[in-house]
T-cell receptor
């Protein structure tokens, strides 16, 4: 079991640049979640997918953020243009069964720094 | 909106001793799940224990156990025989018909 795989592990970019974070969920899991972690706000849900379909994106901060899941084994979170306040650790998680209260399996996160 | 509150930002415990981390939550739902996750310095989020609200029996996983008080909306985590490897951030989380909502975490340090 390879677990949830996120890339890159660290990303440093300049304000205004486009950033793309990637996630490969555990094979067979049909729910995928993107969370953001900051010291001030803790872990916040950004968006989640069931069977590749976005179900709730109400946590996406603004139009600069977008997420896609073109197939069951890949998802991206894109920020365009990036701003310093986007600096955070971004986690991808997946779960089995399609129920939102199933245990989440997290990736190692991507630490994003926007200067 | 559902909220999860962890009132202890930081705690410390001597190795081999027992420590209890507090968590309270607010919900009007009757069926839900509660979780404790551990985040060591490696940043990985690791599931420690899970409790189903309709089960009265408290969940246990080896040295980890919970005290679930549904009426009080309280869900504390007890770590017995603390080990140095238990040093981490611990997050309490709630989930009903929505994805997990997390508390702000408690930083636990185990001291040799």
């Amino acid at each position: 079991d390879a677990g949830v795989i996120q890339s890159p592990r660290h990303e440093v970019t300049e304000m205004g640049q486009e950033v793309t974070l990637r996630c490969k969920p555990i094979s067979g899991h049909n729910s995928l979640f993107w969370y953001r972690q900051t010291m001030m706000r803790g872990l916040e849900l950004l968006i989640y997918f069931n069977n590749n379909v976005p179900i709730d994106d109400s946590g996406m901060p603004e139009d600069r953020f977008s997420a896609k899941m073109p197939n069951a084994s890949f998802s991206t979170l894109k920020i365009q243009p990036s701003e310093p306040r986007d600096s955070a650790v971004y986690f991808c998680a997946s779960s089995l069964g399609g129920q939102v209260n199933s245990p989440l399996h997290f990736g190692n996160g991507t630490r994003l720094t926007v200067t | 909106a559902q909220t999860v509150t962890q009132s202890q930002p930081e705690m410390s415990v001597q190795e081999a001793e027992t420590v209890t981390l507090s968590c309270t939550y607010d919900t009007s739902e009757n069926n839900y799940y509660l979780f404790w996750y551990k985040q060591p310095p490696s940043r990985q989020m690791i599931l420690v224990i899970r409790q189903e609200a309709y089960k009265q029996q408290n969940a246990t996983e080896n040295r980890f156990s919970v005290n679930f008080q549904k009426a009080a909306k309280s869900f504390s985590l007890k770590i017995s025989d603390s080990q140095l490897g238990d040093t981490a951030m611990y997050f309490c989380a709630w989930s009903g018909n929505t994805p997990l909502v997390f508390g702000k975490g408690t930083r636990l340090s185990v001291i040799a």
